[in-house]
């Protein structure tokens, strides 16, 4: 069982940048893929970004050129580095790990982008 923990989020003007922060409590070096989610209020959780073990990306196209996932094997640590933040951005954003069938999930952190 692995347990994640995000954390990162808060209230930030447009323009601004905020990184989050998806902490494993153990070992992430045999997941094969990870990713970040978010969900606005009244709307479906949707794909944000994800990275494969092989290291492809594939971000969602409103967040191409801002948003970069990556991780640390050795921390233990899978990272979302935002910028150039949107009021659409808005939402609780969820860290996902996948381990073949194994899927796992944080409880989410809320990212609040004012105009």
């Known amino acids: 069982q692995v347990q994640l923990v995000e954390s990162g989020g808060g209230l930030v003007q447009a323009g601004g940048s905020l990184r989050l922060s998806c902490a494993a409590s153990?070992?992430?070096?045999?997941?094969?893929?990870i990713g970040w989610y978010r969900q606005a209020p009244g709307k479906q959780r949707e794909q944000v970004a994800v990275?494969?073990?092989?290291?492809?990306?594939i971000l969602a196209n409103s967040v191409k050129d801002r948003f970069t996932i990556s991780r640390d094997n050795l921390k233990n640590m899978v990272y979302l580095q935002m910028n150039s933040l949107k009021p659409e951005d808005t939402g609780v954003y969820y860290c996902?790990?996948?381990?073949?069938?194994?899927?796992?999930w944080g409880q989410g952190t809320q990212v609040t982008v004012s105009s």
């Open positions: 996902n790990l996948v381990q073949r069938v194994a899927q796992y």
């Open positions: 153990g070992s992430i070096a045999s997941i094969n893929v």
């Open positions: 990275m494969a073990s092989g290291g492809s990306t």
